[in-house]
């Protein structure tokens, strides 16, 4: 069973923000929300987790919000070499297993 | 600092042969996994290791698939009798233990023809 949902597809243009939806209502207390992406021909990609507070890195930022049931992911400034497949990814603490879906197709256009 | 290699970068074998996918995790990463990812679908998972045993292998398909991590470092999945539906892209990644993030390799696209 899917633990996530995701759009299909999304165009984002370049130099502006990219926002990313996840939802994950059925969310437990202790499982955290990864995102890794996935470029053409690559393996996937870390770019940041949290489990409550909103998080920050040289990648992206993670908002999630209060009642834990769904998140975004913030690409501050998109590149064209962000273009790839990204996976919201709900995953317990000592879960070793990584769940993908089929994932939000983003395209960063000039 | 080496990534997670995986070799070789593609194969492509025939019907019924039997075929060896090696991966080389980052140095001191205890945990090793195995996943494949059929064409516009997610990576799956197949096999996780922690050192040199295999702590599950549940997502193994069938028993034509198995894989090893003899020294707890370098891992080689084993498919006997490929067939067609075989075809895929296998990833493997580690991390420097259980929970923590993992670094995934390039990844062997397997066709079976």
């Known amino acids: 069973d899917a633990k996530t949902t995701q759009p299909t597809s999304m165009d984002c243009a370049e130099g502006r923000a990219a926002n990313l939806p996840c939802n994950h209502s059925t969310i437990s207390g202790n499982e955290y929300v990864y995102w890794y992406r996935q470029i053409h021909s690559q393996g996937p990609q870390y770019i940041i987790h949290g489990l409550k507070n909103n998080e920050t890195n040289e990648m992206a930022s993670l908002i999630i919000t209060e009642d834990r049931k769904s998140s975004t992911l913030i690409l501050p400034h998109a590149t064209l070499r962000d273009t790839a497949v990204y996976y919201c990814i709900v995953r317990g603490g000592a879960d070793y297993k990584l769940s993908f879906g089929a994932g939000t197709t983003v395209t960063v256009r000039a | 600092g080496a990534g997670v290699s995986q070799t070789p970068s593609n194969k492509v074998t025939e019907k019924g042969k039997y075929v060896e996918l090696r991966c080389d995790p980052i140095?001191?990463?205890?945990?090793l996994y195995w996943y494949r990812q059929s064409l516009g679908q997610g990576p799956e998972f197949l096999i996780y290791?922690?050192?040199?045993?295999?702590?599950?292998d549940s997502g193994l398909p069938n028993d034509r698939f198995f894989a090893v991590r003899p020294e707890g470092s370098v891992s080689t999945l084993k498919i006997q009798r490929t067939e067609r539906g075989d075809s895929a892209v296998y990833l493997c990644?580690?991390?420097?233990?259980?929970?923590?993030?993992?670094?995934f390799g390039p990844g062997t696209r397997l066709t079976v023809l």
């Open positions: 140095s001191g990463h205890t945990a």
């Open positions: 290791f922690q050192g040199t045993g295999a702590a599950d």
């Open positions: 990644a580690s991390s420097a233990g259980t929970g923590n993030e993992q670094f």
